[in-house]
């Protein structure tokens, strides 16, 4: 399905943004060893790096609204840069890593929002397979970067070249692994000045932080009210709590049961992305809008895949049950990412949307890594760890399909998928 010009530079700027904050990730965790900090402290770092997400959450949809989206995304971008650019002064890494999630957390609903207002309803699972798709190449190139980069002989390599710019930091390696990262914001930054304004324009957003809570309630109640918002929201919402405590679990399990140093096990998380976005892909090509929904029992199944891990103690077994697990939520999640964000468009604007989604997938984030870093400190053995992770989302997906069939029951939900904005 063809695209237009303007999608092709939305994707190639997130490419680049979603690259520098997965390579930053992994930056953060070789630093946080380097300053011997304890091991719960790992998963605080997306913890830090989410609660932006949920703080700002009232805000940034009306923000997004309030601007052409490719301008929002420059701005946000460059808080990003900021954020990075800390770590060079001797900011500890957690404070650094929650500005970039500040910047991150302003630009979602701009790089989400502008895709409902660039292309019709029906090309919105491809374009959501697209960014998808896309998205998980970044976390794979952006996690192997990452790795690479906190790689001895590669900053060794890296050391050899001379960073005039930079003052003298946290220690010289790390300098050299920020400023790549620096350079692949600087680039996302100049693809969101070639993004053009799609002329959509909405009511005056209100100014008083009182009004847009009021906002952003009224919006959620309305989302979680919707027959079918209730349906996408709790699946999303799921989906990006485990998948981002999976990402921690990954590495644990590595260093743990395949016994591998951090830039080695960093490659791993890319295997799990590369089954992601075979999984985005297909779907994009094989499951329409009005379908949507059908794809639930892949999160049950999911769920269920990822508790045979504890079976595994060898790379190559590792490899192809890593890209299963990726396939399978990336299968579902694109379908139902690409609903919610139709229905939010029919119900209410496009930056509120999306932010809405954000305030709710990633108050399940920081749930969720909450009680992993709670378990990393009780030192939980990995394995009950990863059965525990997995019975909850193959139960969780269980209830949530019940949920939908009693729905059903009452409502034409195909028929609310067709309906149009007026």
């Known amino acids: 399905m063809r695209m237009n010009r303007g999608f092709y530079t939305i994707m190639a700027a997130q490419f680049f943004s979603s690259l520098a904050d997965n390579a930053l990730l992994i930056a953060c965790i070789a630093l946080l060893a380097v300053l011997k900090s304890p091991a719960w402290m790992t ?8 609660l932006s997400y949920v703080l700002l959450a009232a805000f940034v949809g009306a923000f997004a609204d309030a601007f052409p989206k490719g301008r929002v995304m420059f701005v946000t971008n460059l808080i990003k840069i900021f954020g990075c650019s800390l770590m060079f ?16 957390a302003a630009y979602s609903p701009a790089k989400y929002g502008i895709l409902t207002e660039l292309l019709p309803a029906e090309k919105l699972v491809a374009a959501n397979g697209w960014i998808e798709g896309l998205t998980v190449s970044s976390i794979i190139f952006g996690t192997m970067l990452g790795g690479a980069l906190v790689n001895p002989e590669v900053t060794a390599m890296l050391l050899k070249f001379s960073f005039p710019a930079i003052p003298a930091g946290i220690d010289a390696a790390s300098d050299a692994a920020l400023f790549v990262i620096v350079g692949a914001y ?17 009511r005056k957003q209100a100014h008083s932080p009182i009004k847009l809570i009021t906002d952003f309630a009224e919006c959620t109640v309305t989302l979680w009210k919707d027959k079918l918002g209730q349906i996408s929201l709790s699946v999303t ?12 679990i990954v590495l644990k399990w590595a260093e743990k049961s395949l016994h591998m140093p951090l830039d080695k096990a960093a490659i791993l998380q890319g295997v799990v992305a590369v089954g992601v976005a075979l999984g985005a892909t297909a779907a994009a090509h094989f499951v329409p809008l009005k379908r949507s929904l059908s794809v639930m029992p892949m999160g049950v199944i999911m769920g269920l895949v990822v508790m045979s891990m504890t079976l595994v103690h060898s790379v190559w077994i590792a490899y192809p049950l890593l890209v299963l697990i990726g396939a399978l939520s990336g299968y579902f999640v694109v379908p139902m990412n690409a609903l919610l964000q139709h229905r939010g468009y029919v119900l209410m604007s496009a930056g509120h949307s999306i932010a809405v989604q954000n305030f709710n997938e990633n108050m399940s984030v920081l749930t969720m890594l909450v009680l992993y870093a709670g378990m990393v400190k009780l030192n939980l053995n990995v394995n ?9 989302v193959a139960g969780m997906m269980l209830v949530v399909m019940r949920w939908h069939a009693a729905n059903q029951r009452q409502f034409d939900t195909v028929a609310l998928i067709g309906e149009h904005r007026h």
Do not use: E, M, S
């Open 43 to 50: 998963p605080l770092l997306k913890l830090f790096f989410v």
């Open 89 to 104: 002064f001797n900011v500890h890494p957690l404070f650094a890593y929650a500005v970039v999630g500040f910047g991150a």
């Open 186 to 202: 600087v680039i996302a930054a100049i693809f969101n000045l070639k993004i053009p304004d799609t002329c959509a324009r909405y």
């Open 237 to 248: 919402t799921l989906f990006w709590g485990a998948g981002v405590t999976l990402q921690f």
């Open 384 to 392: 009950y760890v990863i059965v525990l992770f997995g019975v909850f």
